[in-house]
């Protein structure tokens, strides 16, 4: 086998084509300290925020069903979606940027896929069914008493997992306390909710127990970008090839020009993936720290300095030089500082009424007393703020009067929307085209909120 021998095959499928099932050995050292506690904190958020509400909204919904979308516990209608699609842009670019400085740095490290994978579900399965070597000899071993037990225990804990993370990203798609009375109610009056819940934590429970490093490797569109949005200068966890080469197995005593690798494979053994690092960044790292923590513990104990894997680039291996901002990182930033802007922008100036005016459906215009006419209007308007709001429109630019059909002026209540209409009158005389335009400004307790442009329907000069 040729040293480039690694390029002609996947680390997780075998010769004959089938799934290689991964046994990483537990990792242990500083960065997996610091990663177990990131992921608590992670954690920690994740399972606290759908509980958390302002104003009795909570702080975060992204109801798709009944396009209810709150951020911040800023309510979003379907008519903010262009606020919500610069924010999305704004994200992916955020994202792209990150991932052309530090790489996977949010896979390792906040990635709720590797989370619950390897701080939530592996510890469960560390924890029960013992290291790496133990693991394997269980699954490769006859169904024992004690094998049985094992993966009883393991599984039923795997399914109480599952559930409670198919509800917690429940709670942040219908809230809470549709979520408690989906839990506590009569089955019949929330069957849908309850197959949601049921199918939310199958789906869990077979990504964690069986699918696991798969999603990262075959699924997750992220992984797949890597090799456009990386290049030399992002900073990765990264072999040192130009201290590690030649590698050779250790032996008390000192050669010359042979590099630090002792060749002990334990970077492999903790890889969740697979992979051996020492072939350069492949699109299977995760970047989860776990060689880095392995080889350092390899590095003390040959009394060798630590970092032969480590966060660095490509340039920084290779020249030793620091690693610099390149064009594309300055053009990712200007455009991603642009963007914050114009999403700032639109937040502050999200009108507190969106009031559309349509001239009603097959109507043209009326004849009324006095040579008026009017044309009847249908008007949508909605209320984003948490308080009610008396709503009156007032002509700009040209002469006439607004009638709204009901009540003088409508009241829109606290976050909600109404249908309505109202019949524009002018006089006839002042009419000179068969169809102008009109524009009007909503006001509301004594404010304008905003404007809008509408038509009018007069009849032709000769009628
Ligand atoms: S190569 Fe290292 S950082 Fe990458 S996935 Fe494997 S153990 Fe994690
Ligand atoms: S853990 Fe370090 S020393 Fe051991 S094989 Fe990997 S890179 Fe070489």
């Keep these: 086998m040729g040293a480039e021998a690694f390029r002609d095959s996947v680390s997780h499928i075998d010769t004959s084509g089938k ?3 991964f046994y990483p050995k537990k990792p242990k050292g500083k960065f997996y ?3 177990t506690a990131v992921s608590l904190g992670f954690l920690l958020i994740l399972f606290t925020l759908p509980f958390i509400k302002v104003h009795g909204d909570p702080l975060f919904l992204f109801n798709v069903v009944d396009r209810k979308f709150i951020l911040f516990g800023v309510r979003f209608w379907p008519q903010d979606f262009f606020i919500f699609m610069v924010g999305m842009i704004a ?3 955020f994202i792209a940027l ?7 740095v949010f896979c390792g490290w906040v990635c709720p896929q590797t989370v619950f994978m390897e701080m939530v579900f592996r510890k469960i399965e560390y924890a029960i069914e013992g290291d790496f070597t133990h693991q394997r000899a269980l699954n490769r071993g006859p169904w024992t008493a004690e094998k049985i037990r094992k993966k009883t225990i393991k599984y039923i804990l795997f399914f109480l997992v599952a559930v409670l993370v198919a509800n917690t990203f429940l709670a942040y798609i219908i809230g809470v306390d549709e979520l408690k009375m989906i ?3 009569p089955l019949s009056g929330h069957l849908g909710g309850f197959v949601a819940m049921l199918v939310f934590s199958t789906i869990f429970f077979f990504v964690y127990s069986w699918f ?11 992984g797949r970008m890597q090799s456009v949005l990386l290049d030399r200068h992002s900073i990765v966890v990264a072999y040192d090839h130009v201290r590690g080469e030649p590698r050779e197995k250790f032996s008390k005593e000192e050669k010359t020009g042979k590099g630090d690798c002792i060749d002990c494979l334990e970077c492999v053994r903790v890889c969740p993936t697979g992979i051996d690092i020492r072939n350069g960044t492949q699109l299977e790292c995760v970047n989860c720290t776990a060689c880095i923590d392995a080889c350092d513990h390899m590095m003390e104990g040959v009394h060798r300095p630590k970092g032969l894997i480590r966060y660095a680039s490509e340039h920084n291996i290779a020249t030793g030089k620091p690693t610099r901002w390149t064009t594309r990182m300055v053009a990712y930033t200007g455009l991603l500082a642009a963007l914050v802007v114009l999403e700032s922008f639109l937040l502050v100036t999200r009108a507190d009424l969106d009031v559309t005016v349509v001239r009603a459906k097959g109507t043209l215009f009326y004849h009324e007393e006095g040579n008026r006419i009017s044309n009847l209007y249908n008007v949508k308007i909605i209320n984003k703020t948490r308080h009610d709001m008396e709503v009156e429109v007032k002509l700009t630019g040209s002469n006439g009067t607004v009638r709204w059909v009901g009540a003088p002026h409508p009241v829109v209540p606290a976050d909600s929307l109404i249908d309505t209409q109202f019949f524009i009158t002018r006089e006839a005389a002042e009419i000179l085209e ?3 335009r009109l524009t009007l400004q909503v006001w509301s307790n004594g404010e304008q909120i905003t404007t809008e442009n509408t038509s009018f329907i007069g009849p032709l000069s000769s009628e």
């Design 19 to 21: 799934r290689v099932w």
């Design 33 to 35: 300290r610091w990663r």
């Design 91 to 93: 994200f992916i670019i």
């Design 98 to 104: 990150f991932t052309v400085v530090y790489g996977r």
């Design 183 to 185: 839990a506590t109610e």
């Design 212 to 222: 696991r490093e798969q999603v990262c490797l075959v699924v997750c569109p992220y």
């Design 434 to 436: 068969q169809q102008s």
